[in-house]
Nanobody
Framework: QVQLVESWGGLVQAGGSLRLSCAAP????????MGWFRQAPGKEREFVAV????????WYADSVKGRFTISRENAKNTVYLQMNSLEPGDTAVYYC???????????????WGQGTQVTVSS
């Protein structure tokens, strides 16, 4: 059974940093593009970043470009989201997701994690 497990969310002050991790132990990891999404209270889930299967190409939402960095370690079945210069508007539940498709950027995702809360205080 495939599980995506996000970790290392938390509470941070504005201007601070967090590094999220998403482990996928049951996945043939290198066959999936890996994405991060977020959902703030009362808002729809939105795309944050995605990294291609090999790790050589990334894509970011304009709202996080220059502040967030997505990376992956295929040998560890893990994808990361380094978040710097955090703002209160980044407060949300962050989800990782896996896409087996061949479109770029991915149009749909096959598996989703349960999410991890990130709260940025002003």
């Amino acid at each position: 059974q495939v599980q995506l497990v996000e970790s290392w969310g938390g509470l941070v002050q504005a201007g601070g940093s967090l590094r999220l991790s998403c482990a996928a132990p049951g996945l043939t990891f290198s066959r999936y593009d890996m994405g991060w999404f977020r959902q703030a209270p009362g808002k729809e889930r939105e795309f944050v970043a995605v990294i291609i299967k090999s790790g050589g190409t990334t894509w970011y939402a304009d709202s996080v470009k220059g502040r967030f960095t997505i990376s992956r370690e295929n040998a560890k079945n893990t994808v990361y989201l380094q978040m710097n210069s955090l703002e209160p508007g980044d407060t949300a539940v962050y989800y990782c997701a896996a896409s087996s498709g061949w479109n770029w950027p991915p149009r749909s995702y096959d598996y989703w994690g349960q999410g991890t809360q990130v709260t940025v205080s002003s």
